[in-house]
């Protein structure tokens, strides 16, 4: 009996981990995407693979994904990943108000913690602002985001996953009652239209869910939430640096190879295809960044730049959770055929792959169980090493 | 996923030849390979002369009529030029094949290249004006 | 307030079937935004056809590297500033010595191949990055923090390196440079990829490699130390078998 077929569309981080998923489980897999692997929001991510300490006093549902899925990453795929750890540091009164919720919080959701004395923090980081007045030790690391996508991709693509980029969805294929089966691609190399049938189509387009679902006449619940980064040219720390505060604008600092990134704002946003950088934003993070790290100041950007998080559920900005949603169209409009995946957070990728693909089987009766907790992903070289 | 092949064109194939917006090292590159052809262009008519010669002394007496030649001279003196210039980046290349002064290679060229135009101006005054 | 300069942005376009050509894009840019950001303007507001490879902004992924007016640039931190004027052109075009798949996107298959072959190492301890400058003193515990390495295969240096135009079979500065990295002593298979005539030997000397490339990797450098480690190498070989 011949494999049902899946197509996913969107090569981001829910794109490529679902295929993963899905190819493991016994689907023929082909994604298509009409850019290259992480041409949205996944390739401006900020690359923080959380603890969960950010979310673990507001958020406690995403903070319990992300230490979980924190965990798994580390194992599946060490090879993109800078893995030394994170620093929460208080630097006002406010900041020391919140560390008795934080310690509370972060043990509630099972992230292991250790409290710093201010000269032990600025010993293991001599860069940090030297008025730290208290200051923690939680399991952050930085990613690489398009090589912890090529990783996942070139496992699906190894198991049999087809990588159609440069292929722009342009409309849906529907069967005669109502139900989705099947895309129409502009291959845009090509100049060439062509149809694409399916069992299952599953949407992992993330800020663009709604454009994608509007397609098949309905929406997505999903809020693009634009925020800027700004990248400067010093590694002036070995952790991810945290404010230890509620999440607020340009709170988090990253190392990435010979560079640290500051980030990040949240608003909202219309259009999804370019987001332009403005003076006030790149200003903001110098200053929030420089209460971090000082000598911020005394480096030069190197690239700023912005992406929009695919937020789903009420609220607006700083508020919305940053859990993710599955919908079955089939459900939630008597639309078959259709799946929509949307929200969450890069680190939680695989969980969402988890779940996407659990619907997805079960529509198509497959009960073959999921694998990707323990499967280690090849190189992410693979992607582009093994021929199409 | 359709591939189109970059298809070989003459363009991309001399465009050693010319290293326009490259770096000095590309420049260098690009002398010592017309100088080596040059040499070796010059050695394979060095060697047609000899064999002329080896014809007898009439042969001898026309071909020294030739060295008077203002564009024969020209081209003995780019012989000389180019010979100087290969040799003097040839000691940079060898240098830095052995890992000496990688990290200095351009200041190496400039220096050798200042070299080489002192040696060329000094045998050009001697070949012009003796 | 911003800058803003009129420019014209010259795209190479290629679609399979087709003949090469130039697509020009009047448009208004602010002189402190990147290439790319012009480039993918270009594509949100001018022309959604135009296919190109982009996904960090931020120098760590090496997807966007382009041949900026001829010179090989990675264009998410190359400031348009620096590359051209008001009133100017600015051509944008793919990477030299890659097939293309289509207008600005090349296919990285080989590339990548190669950088498999030599086993380049992705993660790496803070203290062997060779870093000139380091914003503080490496301690002996700072080798137990890791960190991406520097080369982010971005093609840059395969584009310029002129015996990669006439080869396909040459390793490539990259691949040399992570074979470099790695260390014979400590890789000893390395030898026999390295040491032949499509390898080290292959290098003429253009350090055009190094020139352009984004990320401190310096692969001349590192080509010319692998030179000297090779003949070490079978030096102490030839002794030790004497």
Known sequence: MSKPHVIVIGAGFTGVATAHDLALRGCDVTVVERGDICHGTSGRTHGLLHSGGRYAVKDKESAVECIDENLILRKIVPQVIEPNGGLFIGLNESDLAYAEQFIESCEECHIPLEELKPQDALKLEPNINPKVLTAFLIPDGTFDPLRLALAFAGTAKHNGAKFRTYHEVQGFVMDGQGNVCGVKVLDRAANKTEEMRADVVVNATGAWSGEVTAMAGLDAPVKPTPGIMVAYDQRFVQRALNRLNVPSDGDIILPQRRMVVVGTTSYDAENVDYIPVTDDQIKLMLERGSELIPGIRNSKPRGIYMAARPLVGGGSGRSMARTFKCYDHKETHNIDGLVTITGGKATTLRAMAEKTADVVCAKLDITTPCVTKETPLLSYRQYYASPN | ?130 | MSEKWNIILRIYRQKEGEAPHMDNFQMEVNPDEYVIDAVERAWAFHDRTICFRHACHHSTCGACGMRVNGVEKLTCITLIRDVTYDGATLKVEPLRNFPVVSDLAVDMGLFYRKMEKVDARAVLPVTEAEIENPPRKWASEDSEYIRLSDCIECGLCISACPIMATTPEYLGPAPLAAAQDHGIHRKPELLSIVDCEDGVWRCHSAFECTAVCPSFVDPARRIMDLRKQVVGTRLSKLIGKA
């Open chain 2, 1 to 130: 996923m359709a591939t189109t092949r970059n298809q070989p064109s003459a363009r991309r194939f001399w465009s050693w030849f010319i290293p326009i917006r490259r770096d000095i090292g590309s420049w260098a590159f690009a002398l010592n390979r017309i100088t080596a052809l040059g040499l070796t262009f010059y050695l394979f008519l060095h060697l047609i002369v000899l064999g002329l010669l080896a014809q007898g002394p009439g042969a001898y007496d026309s071909f020294l009529a030739l060295t008077e030649n203002p564009f024969i001279k020209l081209g003995e003196w780019a012989v000389v030029a180019a010979a100087i210039l290969h040799g003097l980046n040839g000691i940079r290349i060898v240098l830095t094949s052995f890992g000496v002064g990688v990290t200095r290679q351009k200041q190496l060229f400039y220096g050798f290249m200042v070299i080489a135009i002192v040696v060329i101006l000094f045998f050009t005054t001697k070949m012009y004006i003796g």
